[in-house]
């Protein structure tokens, strides 16, 4: 009986650590389109010369990550109806291969917040760069 409890309560863990990923992903899900329209606000600034390299890799970088994001939300969509019916079921027959498939989406999970934090500070960077040259132009402009 012992063990069921352990094992109850490890699957209880995992469960609020992939209700909490779920969460994440979610909140991924909104900022990315925060960030589609921060490219769509600058697209035309950002295709200048001088910044049409970045925004070249800020746009593909953008596009993996949405794959990957889709990606793990199905995994994680398929995680917590294992964990919820391993938790409900009290069935801990595969608790082995449970635990090896959250320790895999908890790396892909910590890989997936990795590169979304790096690439809103490319994207970011890349539009205060162009704020700041437009505003540059500006105090030019108002000085002549």
Do not use: C
Request: charged content about 25%; hydrophobic content about 40%; overall charge negative.
């Amino acid at each position: 009986m012992n063990t069921i409890n352990n094992k109850s309560t490890a699957h209880q863990q995992y469960h609020a650590i992939a209700k909490h990923w779920a969460s994440d992903v979610e909140f991924f899900k909104v900022e990315t389109v925060f960030l589609h329209h921060l490219l769509d606000d600058y697209f035309i600034r950002l295709s200048d010369p001088e910044h049409l390299q970045g925004l070249n890799s800020v746009g593909l970088k953008l596009m993996h990550l949405e794959k990957d994001k889709f990606s793990v939300d199905h995994h994680l969509i398929d995680h917590l109806k294992n964990l919820e019916g391993q938790t409900e079921d009290l069935d801990f027959n595969d608790g082995e291969l449970l635990a090896k498939a959250h320790g895999k989406l908890e790396q892909t999970m910590a890989q997936l917040t990795n590169n979304y934090r790096l690439l809103k500070t490319e994207l970011f960077t890349l539009v205060q760069k162009v704020i700041k040259a437009q505003n540059d132009a500006l105090k030019i402009k108002n000085q002549v």
